[in-house]
């Protein structure tokens, strides 16, 4: 079964400091990558999807993505943390059967610091 | 702009009643999805449709059932609601690319 792995579930940085979110799936088959933001009290959010071509992939609000085939991840990062992006974060596999159903990590807290 | 509209952002319902949580998309997607969101254990599937009055079981549809009877809403019922099922509940919309839409979420609250 497809499954997704998110490292931390609070991450801190300072405001202008690197983001770095971590997503692992585990997959023999590459499947389709996302990445969505929850700000409190509302649904999610499309940051960022990978499905064929370029590896490197550019979202909204300044994030991207790189899909490393060889270390099965999808991590997200932003050079700059600003405040606004304090929010959940959530890593999606979905394969291309069953509707396109996602499965969801457990989501990353990001705390921004000033 | 697509919109995923939930009919509801907070209910609180008594133990044993029957629920409904509505869903509607303006976008003609075929396939429209349940979750409810807890702390520490992410989204989980409850039922998902990929026709109208096709559905499907997701991970934990235990105490849950759906309706679909027109393409644009997929219903969520609680047929005799618990305390267990506090919760936040979100609705979803895949179109292609298989990106999901979401609604704004519905947080229900069973006393």
């Known amino acids: 079964a497809q499954s997704v792995t998110q490292l931390g579930s609070h991450v801190s940085v300072s405001e202008g400091a690197l983001v770095l979110l971590r997503c692992n799936y585990s997959?023999?088959?590459?499947?389709?990558l996302f990445w969505y933001v929850q700000y409190p009290n509302q649904g999610l959010q499309l940051l960022l999807k990978?499905?064929?071509?370029?590896?490197l992939v550019k979202g909204i609000n300044g994030f991207e993505a790189e899909f490393k085939k060889s270390e099965t991840s999808f991590h997200l990062t932003k050079p700059s943390a600003h405040m606004s992006d304090a929010a959940e974060y959530f890593c999606?596999?979905?394969?291309?059967?069953?509707?396109?159903?996602?499965?969801f990590g457990d989501g990353t807290t990001l705390t921004v610091k000033p | 702009d697509v919109k995923v509209t939930q009919s509801s952002r907070y209910l609180v319902k008594r133990t044993g009643e029957k629920v409904f949580l509505e869903c509607v998309q303006d976008?003609?997607?075929?396939?429209m999805f349940w979750y409810r969101q807890d702390p520490g254990l992410g989204l989980r599937l409850i039922y998902f449709?990929?026709?109208?009055?096709?559905?499907e079981k997701g991970d934990i549809p235990e105490g849950y059932s759906v309706s679909r009877e027109k393409k644009e809403r997929f219903s969520l019922i609680l047929e005799s609601a618990s305390t267990n099922q506090t919760s936040m509940y979100l609705c979803?919309?895949?179109?292609?690319?298989?990106?999901?839409?979401f609604g704004s979420g519905t947080r229900l609250t069973v006393v």
């Open positions: 999606a596999v979905t394969y291309n059967t069953n509707a396109g159903k996602s499965t």
């Open positions: 997959s023999s088959v590459p499947p389709y």
């Open positions: 990978y499905t064929t071509g370029a590896t």
């Open positions: 979803a919309t895949r179109g292609q690319g298989f990106g999901y839409t």
């Open positions: 976008m003609d997607h075929e396939n």
């Open positions: 449709s990929y026709d109208v009055k096709m559905k």
